[in-house]
């Protein structure tokens, strides 16, 4: 029995089978024509590549030293949490649906890769957690768009409910951390060295 499953069986419940019931009430019931491409070009994490490099490019031309900062502990916030989701995969080694769900709809590639947590989850909370943090009033926008991505990945077949929701609490968590200590680095002893860092968010 590998490490998740014996975690699992301590809980009352039949939490495994939970988890799979909802991964199929999501993966089956809940489709519609009209949301499968939606869903499969939300889930391709490269076609959030463009609006992120403009973003970025942005940032560290006209955001000055606060704007490089946030580019800099971002880039290096998604590295770690990325890293980290992939350690944890290979410690818990579960199987991804799309390889163990008889009648499930796949709509994407199914990689081989673990499948606890979700790296799409975990990336994409860390980094709506971090940038709600110096940008208050996107809050909500930016923890929607990572809930879409983390919902997608059901919704397509390559990962279960727990998987994404263990994913937005760790890449969550660790974002927050992140954002506060780069927070406080830009903003110690309430003095900043650049008039962009003045702005009010």
Known sequence: MNPLAAAL?????RVEEIDRTLFLFINDRLRHA???????FVTRKWNFLIPLTFVAWYLLVMGGRRGRAIVT?????VVFTDAGATALRSHFQRVRPCMAVPGMHLLVGCS??????SNHA???FALAA???VFYRKLTIPLLATAALVAYSRIYVGVHYPAD??????FGGSVGLA??????WWLHRGGKTTDVSEQTTD
């Open 9 to 13: 069986a301590l809980f009352p419940g």
């Open 34 to 40: 009209w949301l499968d491409p939606l869903m499969t």
């Open 73 to 77: 502990a971002a880039i290096l916030l």
């Open 112 to 117: 081989d890769s673990f499948s606890f947590p």
């Open 122 to 124: 975990t990336n994409a």
């Open 130 to 132: 971090f940038l709600a």
């Open 164 to 169: 994404v929701v263990a994913g937005a609490c």
């Open 178 to 183: 992140c954002g506060a200590i780069s927070w």
